[in-house]
C-alpha cells in the first residue's frame, strides 16, 4: 500500500522531519573579491550587495563568515598589476598572498579556498600563456603549478584551480607533494563551461578577455558526457572535490558527475545568476528570499554536496 502523501504535509514540524533534502551552513561557501590597496570596500555595480575589499578590510567579511559557520570562503584577486605572464597572481606578497596569510590568521577555523587562475592577473583577461594569439595549454602547467605553490605557502587550506588548462591538477599535485604539501586539497573546477553567465564577475575582477573569447579552453554548452570526460579525468589527476559551474542551468550535468563519481561535488552558483535574482528582487518583481533558497535546494536536490553562492552568508543567516 502507498500511503496517503499529505500526511507528511501536515504541520512544518512533519515537513521538516520527513523532508528529503537539507541545507546546512556548512554546505555553502562564500565567494569573496579582494583587490590590492588599503582601507578600500567599494561596490560591484552589476552585484549589488557585494563589495571589493581591500586585505585589511577583509576581517569585516570574513567575521561575518565565521559566525554564520559556513564551509568555507573562495579568495579571488585583482592586482594593481597585471602583465602577460600573471606574475601578481605568484608574488609572495601578491595580493592574494596577504589576503590568504591575514585570514588564516585572524580566523585559523575558517577554511580558505584560492582560486587559481590567470585571468585576473594577466594584462590579456585570458586563462593562460598567451602563443601565436592563442591560450598555450602545456606552457600554462608551469605558471598554475606555481600560483597554487604560492598560495599553499601562504597558507591555503584548498586550491581551486579554474583555468581549464588539461592536466592542470596532475601539475599542481606534483608541485604541491615536491614541496610537502601533501594536505593541501584540490578543488578542482572540472566542468566549467562558456557561459554567458560569467559577464558581472568579470566586470568585479577586470577579467574580461582583451581579444577572442573562452571557448576554446571552456566547455561546449551543449555537452554532457565531455562533462563526465572531465571529471573522471581531473579525479583521476588527484582532484579531492568537483565544481560543476554554472548552477541552475547546469543541474543535469550535476546530477550526471555525482551519479559516476565518488568525490564530494559542488555546485556553483555563478555572479550572472545572482545578479538575475537581485535585479528582479530590486524591481519588485521575485521574492529574493524564496528564490535563493528554491534554486540553493535544487541544487542540493540534483546531488550538490556544496554549494558556492554569493548567497551564502544571507542563507545560512536566514537557516537560523
Ligand atoms: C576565473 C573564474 C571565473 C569565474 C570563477 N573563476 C571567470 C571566468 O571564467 O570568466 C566566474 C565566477 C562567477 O561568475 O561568479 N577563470
Known amino acids: 500500500m502507498i500511503t496517503r502523501p499529505r500526511r507528511l504535509r501536515k504541520t512544518q514540524a512533519i ?18 573579491f579582494v583587490r590590492e590597496g588599503r582601507n578600500i570596500i567599494e561596490d560591484i555595480p552589476s552585484m549589488p550587495g557585494q563589495k571589493r575589499y581591500s586585505p585589511d578590510k577583509l576581517p569585516l567579511i570574513l ?5 554564520a559557520n559556513i564551509g568555507g570562503v573562495l579568495l579571488f584577486g585583482i592586482p594593481e598589476h597585471k602583465d602577460e605572464s600573471a606574475s601578481s597572481a ?12 591575514l585570514s ?8 580558505i579556498i584560492g582560486d587559481v587562475c590567470m585571468c585576473e592577473y594577466t594584462s590579456h583577461g585570458h586563462c593562460g600563456i598567451i602563443k601565436n594569439n592563442e591560450v598555450d595549454n602545456d606552457s600554462t602547467l608551469e605558471y598554475l603549478a606555481r600560483i597554487a605553490l604560492s598560495q599553499a605557502q601562504s597558507g591555503v587550506d584548498i586550491v581551486a584551480p579554474s583555468a581549464m588548462m588539461d592536466g ?40 574580461a578577455p582583451s581579444f577572442g573569447d573562452r571557448k576554446t579552453y571552456q566547455m561546449d554548452i551543449r555537452n ?20 560543476i559551474k554554472p548552477g541552475l542551468a547546469y543541474l543535469d550535468v ?23 535574482i537581485k535585479a528582479a528582487s530590486l524591481n519588485g ?13 535544487s541544487q542540493v536536490r540534483a546531488g550538490a554536496d556544496i554549494i558556492i553562492t554569493y548567497y551564502a552568508l544571507e542563507l545560512a543567516e536566514w537557516l537560523r
Not at 224 to 243: F, Q, S, T, W, Y
Not at 287 to 297: F, Q, R, S, T
Open 15 to 32: 515537513r521538516n522531519l520527513t523532508s528529503e533534502t537539507r541545507l546546512t551552513p556548512s554546505m555553502m561557501i562564500y565567494p569573496v
Open 63 to 67: 567575521e561575518r563568515a565565521a559566525k
Open 90 to 101: 605568484y608574488d609572495e606578497d601578491g595580493v592574494i598572498q596577504q589576503a590568504i596569510r
Open 104 to 111: 588564516k590568521r585572524e580566523f585559523p577555523d575558517l577554511t
Open 168 to 207: 592542470q591538477i596532475k601539475a599542481i599535485r606534483e608541485v604541491l607533494d615536491a614541496n610537502n604539501f601533501h594536505d593541501t586539497l584540490i578543488f578542482s573546477y572540472a566542468v566549467k563551461y562558456a557561459s554567458g553567465f560569467y559577464g558581472p564577475f568579470r566586470e568585479a575582477a577586470g577579467s
Open 224 to 243: 554532457v558526457r565531455e562533462a563526465l570526460k572531465e571529471a573522471l579525468i581531473d579525479i583521476d589527476e588527484g582532484a579531492d572535490m568537483l565544481i
Open 254 to 276: 550535476l546530477k550526471t558527475v555525482k551519479e559516476n563519481t565518488l568525490v564530494p561535488v559542488a555546485s556553483y552558483s555563478v555572479s550572472g545568476e545572482y545578479a538575475m
Open 285 to 297: 518583481w521575485l521574492d529574493e528570499k524564496k528564490i535563493a533558497c528554491e534554486i540553493a535546494i
